[in-house]
């Protein structure tokens, strides 16, 4: 069993800048690859970064194509975080953030339905 807790959001002018941080449980963190996805009213929710477990090599990063140049996923394995750090957002980039798990196996372009934990997400808003 592994909780996520999601915290950063809130309301900033477009151009302005996030920091969200995702806060897990467990004892071996540092095998979970974490993903942040997000959900705006009336779509479904999409991909917006994901970090993976190292396994002993480098950790893969990839992000999607709306937020590339702009987002950055980091994470720190001795606090069990995850962040998403937002720069240049625009007003389309408001929705529910939500972070996610993948504690057994991961991959690139993982479906969203193989990540085994989520948070409750937090929401971002930018205005114009």
């Known amino acids: 069993q592994v909780q996520l807790g999601e915290s950063g959001g809130g309301l900033v002018q477009a151009g302005g800048s996030l920091r969200l941080s995702c806060a897990a449980s467990?004892?071996?963190?540092?095998?979970?690859?974490m993903g942040w996805f997000r959900q705006a009213p009336g779509k479904e929710r999409e991909f917006v970064a994901v970090?993976?477990?190292?396994?002993?090599?480098?950790?893969?990063?990839y992000y999607g194509d709306s937020v590339k140049a702009r987002f950055t996923i980091s994470r720190d394995n001795a606090k069990n975080m995850v962040y998403l750090q937002m720069n240049s957002l625009k007003p389309e980039d408001t929705a529910v953030y939500y972070c996610?798990?993948?504690?057994?196996?991961?991959?690139?372009?993982?479906?969203?339905?193989?990540?085994?934990?989520w948070g409750q997400g937090t929401q971002v808003t930018v205005s114009s």
């Open positions: 996610a798990a993948e504690t057994s196996v991961w991959y690139p372009n993982q479906p969203q339905s193989e990540y085994d934990y």
């Open positions: 467990g004892r071996t963190f540092n095998t979970y690859s």
């Open positions: 970090i993976s477990w190292s396994g002993g090599r480098t950790y893969q990063i």
